[in-house]
C-alpha cells in the first residue's frame, strides 16, 4: 500500500458525459501528478500541483482540468468525454524537494470506461 | 529538453536467468535521481529501485541492480536469478533535483519471465 488512494477504482459512462475522479496523497506529500495510460501504452502525464498551485502540465486536454485543494486531496474532471479517453488514471505524490525520498508513489489507479 | 528512452519494447527471459534493460537519458542537469517502477498485469506501479545522480556506487535491491554510467546517461537494470513474478512492465524515470520536480518517464519495457 503506497499510502496514496485514489477513487472510484472503476467508472462506466457514457459519451458527453463529465466525471471527477479524486486523489489523496500520502501524508505530508506536497506534490501530486496525474498520468493517463491507455491500454498497453505508457504512462502519460497530464498535470502537476504543488501545495495547490499548478506547478508543471503534459498534455492535458482542454476537455480535462484538475485541482489540489488545502487539504491536498486533488481532483481531476473529465468533461465531454469521448471513446479514446477509456484509460487507467494515476495519481501519484512525491515528498516535498530536499527530503530524502524522492520517488513518486502511485495510487492504484482509476479504470475509466467510457461506453 | 529531457528525455529518458526505452529502447527495448519487449523482452523474455528464461526463468532462473539474468537480464538486463536498458536505459539512456538526456538532461544538462547535473544533479538528479533515475528510478525503475515495476508494472504487473495487476497494473500498480511499484518503486524497484532509485539512484542518486551524485552517488557513484551502483544502487542494489536484493535481486535487482543498475549500472549507472554517468558520462555516458545510462541507466540499465539487471535482474537476477529471475521469477515468474518479474512479468511486468518496466519503467525508466528521471527527475532533476531542480526546477519544477516533474518526472520523465520512459515508453517502457514489456519482461516476460518464462517457465
Known amino acids: 500500500d503506497s499510502g496514496v488512494t485514489q477513487t472510484p477504482k472503476h467508472l462506466i459512462t457514457a459519451t458527453g458525459q463529465r466525471v471527477t475522479l479524486r486523489c489523496s496523497p500520502r501524508s505530508g506529500d506536497l506534490s501530486v501528478y496525474w498520468y493517463q495510460q491507455s491500454l498497453d501504452q505508457g504512462l502519460q502525464f497530464l498535470i502537476q500541483?504543488?501545495?495547490?498551485?499548478?506547478?508543471a502540465k503534459g498534455n492535458i486536454l482542454e476537455r480535462f482540468s484538475a485541482q489540489q485543494f488545502p487539504d491536498l486531496h486533488s481532483e481531476l474532471n473529465l468533461s465531454s468525454l469521448e471513446l479514446g479517453d477509456s484509460a487507467l488514471y494515476f495519481c501519484a505524490s512525491s515528498p516535498p524537494p530536499g527530503s530524502p525520498a524522492n520517488e513518486q508513489f502511485f495510487g492504484p489507479g482509476t479504470r475509466l470506461t467510457v461506453l | 529538453a529531457q528525455t529518458v528512452t526505452q529502447s527495448q519494447p519487449e523482452m523474455s527471459v528464461q526463468e532462473a536467468e539474468t537480464v538486463t534493460l536498458s536505459c539512456t537519458y538526456d538532461?544538462?542537469?547535473?544533479?538528479?535521481?533515475l528510478f525503475w517502477y515495476k508494472q504487473p498485469p495487476s497494473r500498480q506501479m511499484i518503486l524497484v529501485i532509485r539512484?542518486?545522480?551524485?552517488?557513484?556506487q551502483n544502487a542494489t535491491e536484493n535481486r535487482f541492480s543498475v549500472n549507472f554510467q554517468k558520462a555516458a546517461k545510462s541507466f540499465s537494470l539487471k535482474i537476477s536469478d529471475s521469477q515468474l513474478g518479474d512479468t511486468a512492465m518496466y519503467f525508466c524515470a528521471f527527475i532533476p533535483v531542480s526546477g519544477t520536480y516533474k518526472y520523465i518517464f520512459g515508453t517502457g519495457t514489456r519482461l516476460k519471465v518464462l517457465a
Open positions: 500541483y504543488y501545495n495547490g498551485e499548478e506547478r
Open positions: 539512484q542518486e545522480a551524485y552517488k557513484q
Open positions: 538532461t544538462s542537469e547535473n544533479n538528479y535521481y
